[in-house]
């Protein structure tokens, strides 16, 4: 009869056996692949730091990085208070309600980005429906230009990361025990109090958490960026395939794809320090 040591040495055994195809995926499809980014932004043209030395002397460079992060900032604080007031409704809101309320937020999922990218171009262009109805309205007297800038692309980023918001804010909502609101009006509170001293510090983690995915989804938009901004809002993912695609320029194009690797793991390693990353994000 096999001892329990064995018993265990067999289990380990047989776990990785399983894990073994699994495990020789990831390397094949996602960490060679990225090594040669890494060693591609360090030898062509020539090996060296150079292409990271372009960081601080090319002006288009770090204006690229300057729109990014802020095109990015706006969106993520846009999403974070939209989608506190839908994920907050959707709490207070009756079962039926609620299940309506989430198919509504659900529903972009099963729309192509591109497919949404393209409706808000029509939709916001010169002739677009939303000018129309402004110009009709006698709101505006002339048409806004709310395309090929910053405004269209805006509109468009925060329409494809509101619902990462909503959803991570609304389950973070669902387990606030409604009593601790409750109980505080009980002691005299008003309802304001009671939302401002006990349920918004509660939803912190909600917040934290959309936060920081929304902002590192933002960082790496390219499709929305191209169509509504038309050229002229030019961020990291775009400006990286211009490099890689037209100019050839390998080294500059993987050096800014690295650089926004490495920006992404330094912000999830700085809030590591402040809260739990793995149990923010479920694991």
Known sequence: MRSRAER????????????????????LLYLVPLFDVLLTSVTDPKPGFGNYGILFTSASVQKTLVTTLRIAGITTVTALL???LVAYAMRAATTQRQRIMLFCVLLPFWISVLVRSFAWLTLLGGHGVIKGLLMDSG??????SLVRNETGVLIGMVHVMLPYAILTL?????????????????????????????????????????????FILSLGFF????????GKVLMIAEYVAIQINDTLRWGLGTMLATTLMISVLGALWALSRVIDVRRLFGA
């Open 139 to 144: 709101l505006i007297d002339e048409p806004l």
């Open 170 to 214: 609304y389950a973070n909502m669902l387990g606030i025990d409604a009593g601790l609101v409750a109980a505080a009006r009980s002691l005299g509170a008003s309802r304001g109090q009671a939302f401002r001293m006990v349920f918004l510090p509660l939803t912190r983690p909600g917040l934290i958490g959309a936060g920081t995915l929304v």
């Open 8 to 27: 265990r040495a067999g289990g380990r055994t047989a776990y990785w056996l399983i894990m073994l195809p699994a495990l020789l995926m990831l390397v």
């Open 82 to 84: 939209l989608g506190y």
């Open 223 to 230: 499709v929305t960026p191209a169509l509504l901004g038309g």
